[in-house]
């Protein structure tokens, strides 16, 4: 989930005076107009300590017309505030149509705050997280529009920037004590705060991490993604004749990235034959063993392989099966529903194959077909798979929950690539079959599916079962990645 | 909650045998045309023991074409299912489009059992509950409807059905240990079975709560509600030109009762006015004593007043307020809101005014107007309204639980004791600006009025918040009743 916020996303100084002034009347403009709309904004401006929070929220004050922004900064409860239920702040807090309320410190300072100081336990805190859910889509229901921004560093960012901002005096009294308290905690932090962001990214308030290393870049891609937002909730609540299905469809809340997590890839990793053979003998025995134990432990697995087209699942899978026993595996082929599959809800035919106890099910495509091919080629409506994402992350984390290992691979490869592929089957007569008209045809969305991949590793790689890109342009480094990787996964699950 | 399941509502066998024909033939020709529906019904048959579940589901399967009709038993758990996540049995046995699955045993029937065996804690129980809001939500967002029904039983009920049962050497073996170790934890049992219907009635999928003790009725009662959802239902679902707000307006989710609470009140109560004075000023003073030691313990209150048109909300706030220190207690009328309050959700203007710890609020009307007058004069959506119910006791129990004692009464007179009222305070010139155009009008919609107020009390009268409903047609009768119940409930919130 934060994978994608630690690309190294920056703008330069030059950029940032260019974009600034035309940015600043577009939001002028947006909430001139915004005034007659017949629902509040509401922005939770939340993060990690350092990612400039306090900064942001200044900088937005001095863009917009503060007249029709308010401030509402929540810290520790006043007497007043104590004396009455939890939430009452909040309520006083809440702009009115056409106002824009910005939150720092919010309903979820507390939980988070709380977990992180071992006050709450996880049961309690999805206590209060179940409550924050109730109480979003209240607001929602009446119409607001919930923006939930998470200013995101990673640990060496946020330890770097609390040495700057301590070595100058002008800045040295912005860290506090709780500051470096939490730096400690900066794991620990990390790992609830995304537990928190999962169990609350839904589809009518979903949450959007934003890179905070650079303050230019984030200023601009904060004020751009309000600007975004605020016009497409506005444009849906103006428009009547929007279609019922696309009620949820404002939630947009996709930011677009010049760096993506896929661009990020080396995909110039090779493996020579020989070390290839050999690593290939070593990590399929590990996977034969470390499998063994898993049986006799009663774990079980699932496998998830998706990719691009001729993207090597299927020779991935030839090399995984043989270090599993034949009884206690099913591969799981994914291609259109069948008829009995279509008249169910569209996870039912994964929750078919879910394997019992000790054994593996591996998903030729899966359940993340919801959020790239229906999605790019719209066979689900942009409602569907917004929804998608925290519908397949509660399904995973069932899975996790009951104990099964969860382990998904994106195999990656680019353009060229995947041509000379195409080419070379087209050549092999047992392998011409495997290339249709289709196939070029999706070649033609690559961007889509591009923006698709990483939307839906923001939003579902969770650190109960995280995304792994696998860099694939050289099958032998992909497989022996892919290989490893499992291992991994399945001994960090059996122990010892 | 389950007072509108206590009425005694029964049908006699030769209306029973009049009903049937006419009822399979509309049931058969339902199911007809659902088959070619997009969604599927879910209908889930829960409730006490005893109740006659299983008879019920028989029934259903006589009187429905059981080729589009599957009944779904879950009990304890299989190996196969227990080597699966929780939810993976429920998933199987999802129906298909068009087709009817009738749940004995659900998602709902472990979790109450485990808390009622004390194997769960409250928290451990509403997480349960968080994520059967989850789960049905995603199954109602994919088009299915969701049927929830509570076979209600009182508890003399049971006790006498048990012992029925038991005498009859035909059905003895239906009687199980677990039913009367059920029948020994029957008020736990109760308790706990409120709270979950409380938190998962959501709009979406509401519990309806079916009155059980006369066989004939609930059955004839559950098919007509059954056939009406799934006709309401197909109605939304092929009419295109239906308006967002009423996405959710299929939660029609009220059953039509002969008998009514509101009904069963005994209107004759009277007191005459030496025992009126007496009482008074026993239950003035105990009042004033409870409201000191609330303010020493800083227990705060919120009285909420509702009824008729002259009702005799007034006069009863001026029976109660002698008993308060004036500067510790305010009494908030609630009128058309203002153009501040107008803008922003409607519960704001009540949050406002939430005392502090150890004040009262009297609310003279309140946030019910959202399902009384907002429901009867089309001021709010049926999809607002429906929400409401849920909102309003997630906000009630927001009070509860932060200490909050939280008092209800609907003050209940006859349509010929409210005209007789009227002609009155048109005589007398201090009173007589209290009579409008309005109040005569708002008589012509008493039907509408009454059942919206039955609704209410079945959707909101909860565990933590009940209504005390009022006979109010005799004026003295009704301030010493309304009197004692504050002091009752007060002294139960403070302890001896």
């Given at each position: 989930m934060f994978e994608v916020a630690e690309l190294g996303q920056s703008l330069s100084r030059e950029e940032f005076d260019q974009q600034v002034p035309s940015l600043r009347t577009r939001l002028l403009e947006m909430q001139q107009t915004l005034l007659d709309a017949s629902f509040p904004v509401i922005v939770l401006v939340s993060g990690s300590d350092g990612a400039g929070k306090a900064v942001l929220v200044n900088r937005l004050n001095e863009w917009f017309d503060p007249r029709y922004l308010r401030t509402l900064a929540f810290d520790d409860k006043t007497q007043d505030e104590r004396e009455r239920p939890d939430y009452w702040r909040f309520w006083q807090a809440l702009p009115q149509k056409g106002h824009i309320g910005l939150y720092i410190g919010s309903w979820y300072s507390d939980p988070i705050a709380k977990r992180v100081a071992k006050t709450l336990n996880d049961i309690e805190l999805d206590g209060y997280l179940a409550h924050i859910r109730i109480f979003e889509r209240m607001l929602v229901e009446d119409g607001a529009l919930v923006i939930k921004l998470w200013l995101h560093l990673s640990k060496a960012q946020q330890q770097l920037r609390l040495q700057q901002l301590e070595a100058d005096p002008a800045t040295a009294?912005?860290?506090?004590e709780k500051d470096k308290r939490h730096l400690a905690l900066y794991d620990s932090f990390r790992s609830i705060a995304e537990h928190t962001l999962r169990q609350t990214s839904t589809a009518e308030a979903p949450w959007v991490v934003i890179e905070s290393a650079d303050p230019h870049y984030r200023d601009i891609t904060v004020a751009e993604h309000l600007l975004e937002r605020i016009q497409h909730h506005q444009a849906l609540h103006t428009c009547s004749d929007t279609p019922l299905e696309d009620e949820n469809a404002e939630a947009v809340a996709l930011i677009h990235r010049q760096k993506t997590l896929l661009g990020n890839l080396d995909l110039t990793l090779a493996l020579d034959k020989t070390s290839y053979q050999q690593q290939l003998e070593h990590w399929q025995g590990q996977l034969s063993l470390l499998a063994r134990r898993a049986y006799q432990q009663r774990v079980s697995m699932v496998i998830v392989l998706e990719g691009?087209?001729?993207?090597?699942k299927g020779g991935l899978i030839r090399r995984i099966v043989p270090a599993l026993d034949a009884r206690n595996y099913q591969i799981i082929p994914i291609a259109v529903p069948t008829d009995e599959e279509a008249a169910h809800h569209y996870l039912w035919r994964f929750w078919r194959h879910i394997p019992r106890d000790g054994r593996v099910t591996i998903y030729d495509r899966s359940w993340y077909g919801r959020v790239l091919v229906e999605r790019v080629e719209g066979f689900a409506s942009r409602a569907q798979w917004l929804r998608a994402y925290s519908e397949i992350n509660d399904f995973e984390s069932q899975l996790v929950a009951h104990g099964t290992v969860v382990v998904k691979f994106w195999l990656h490869i680019d353009k060229d690539e995947q041509l000379k592929r195409f080419k070379e089957r087209e050549k092999i007569s047992y392998k011409r079959?495997?290339?249709?008209?289709d196939d070029y045809r999706n070649r033609e969305r690559w961007a889509d599916y591009e923006q698709a991949v990483n939307d839906m590793v923001e939003r579902t790689s969770t650190e109960v079962a995280p995304w792994h890109l696998i860099e694939a342009n050289n099958k032998r480094f992909a497989r022996i990645k892919a290989l490893k990787t499992l291992c991994q996964q399945l001994e960090q699950q059996l122990g010892g």
């Amino acid at each position: 989930m934060f994978e994608v916020a630690e690309l190294g996303q920056s703008l330069s100084r030059e950029e940032f005076d260019q974009q600034v002034p035309s940015l600043r009347t577009r939001l002028l403009e947006m909430q001139q107009t915004l005034l007659d709309a017949s629902f509040p904004v509401i922005v939770l401006v939340s993060g990690s300590d350092g990612a400039g929070k306090a900064v942001l929220v200044n900088r937005l004050n001095e863009w917009f017309d503060p007249r029709y922004l308010r401030t509402l900064a929540f810290d520790d409860k006043t007497q007043d505030e104590r004396e009455r239920p939890d939430y009452w702040r909040f309520w006083q807090a809440l702009p009115q149509k056409g106002h824009i309320g910005l939150y720092i410190g919010s309903w979820y300072s507390d939980p988070i705050a709380k977990r992180v100081a071992k006050t709450l336990n996880d049961i309690e805190l999805d206590g209060y997280l179940a409550h924050i859910r109730i109480f979003e889509r209240m607001l929602v229901e009446d119409g607001a529009l919930v923006i939930k921004l998470w200013l995101h560093l990673s640990k060496a960012q946020q330890q770097l920037r609390l040495q700057q901002l301590e070595a100058d005096p002008a800045t040295a009294w912005r860290v506090t004590e709780k500051d470096k308290r939490h730096l400690a905690l900066y794991d620990s932090f990390r790992s609830i705060a995304e537990h928190t962001l999962r169990q609350t990214s839904t589809a009518e308030a979903p949450w959007v991490v934003i890179e905070s290393a650079d303050p230019h870049y984030r200023d601009i891609t904060v004020a751009e993604h309000l600007l975004e937002r605020i016009q497409h909730h506005q444009a849906l609540h103006t428009c009547s004749d929007t279609p019922l299905e696309d009620e949820n469809a404002e939630a947009v809340a996709l930011i677009h990235r010049q760096k993506t997590l896929l661009g990020n890839l080396d995909l110039t990793l090779a493996l020579d034959k020989t070390s290839y053979q050999q690593q290939l003998e070593h990590w399929q025995g590990q996977l034969s063993l470390l499998a063994r134990r898993a049986y006799q432990q009663r774990v079980s697995m699932v496998i998830v392989l998706e990719g691009w087209d001729a993207g090597g699942k299927g020779g991935l899978i030839r090399r995984i099966v043989p270090a599993l026993d034949a009884r206690n595996y099913q591969i799981i082929p994914i291609a259109v529903p069948t008829d009995e599959e279509a008249a169910h809800h569209y996870l039912w035919r994964f929750w078919r194959h879910i394997p019992r106890d000790g054994r593996v099910t591996i998903y030729d495509r899966s359940w993340y077909g919801r959020v790239l091919v229906e999605r790019v080629e719209g066979f689900a409506s942009r409602a569907q798979w917004l929804r998608a994402y925290s519908e397949i992350n509660d399904f995973e984390s069932q899975l996790v929950a009951h104990g099964t290992v969860v382990v998904k691979f994106w195999l990656h490869i680019d353009k060229d690539e995947q041509l000379k592929r195409f080419k070379e089957r087209e050549k092999i007569s047992y392998k011409r079959h495997k290339i249709t008209d289709d196939d070029y045809r999706n070649r033609e969305r690559w961007a889509d599916y591009e923006q698709a991949v990483n939307d839906m590793v923001e939003r579902t790689s969770t650190e109960v079962a995280p995304w792994h890109l696998i860099e694939a342009n050289n099958k032998r480094f992909a497989r022996i990645k892919a290989l490893k990787t499992l291992c991994q996964q399945l001994e960090q699950q059996l122990g010892g």
